[in-house]
Structure formats: structure tokens, C-alpha cells
């Protein structure tokens, strides 16, 4: 069974049999390699709102990661 056949499927699974599915694949999955708290992205987005940090652009964003791999 593809991927495609398992999608269609799962489409006809009543919401909480859908809602299950996704929970045991997110397990399944395992856990990241960042762990970030709640707290951390309250903390944040307060930063950010304040103004003591500055938001940056997608393409700002991937141009450090480029950069990155480039050292």
C-alpha cells in the first residue's frame, strides 16, 4: 500500500479515528532535535513585539542558513 492508498483511506475515518492516526504518527516520528517551551515562544513573540528583537524576512532567514553551510 502507497502512501496515496493509506490517504484515502484515512479519509474515511470518522474525525477522532483521523485525529488518533495522526497522534500515533507524530509519536512514531519521535522527538526533535530543538525542544522549545511554550514559555520560550511567549517570551519571544514579547521580545519581538517590544522591539527588543527584530523579525526577519523568510528569504533572510534561508540566506543565513546558506551561509551556514557555506563555512
Sequence with gaps: MNVEEI???ASALSQADRSQLVERLLVGLGSSDYDVSD???L???KET?????ADI???EFLSGL???KAS
Design 7 to 9: 490517504c484515502a483511506e
Design 39 to 41: 514559555e520560550e515562544i
Design 43 to 45: 517570551q519571544r513573540i
Design 49 to 53: 513585539k517590544t522591539g527588543e528583537v
Design 57 to 59: 524576512s523568510h528569504e
Design 66 to 68: 546558506d551561509h551556514l
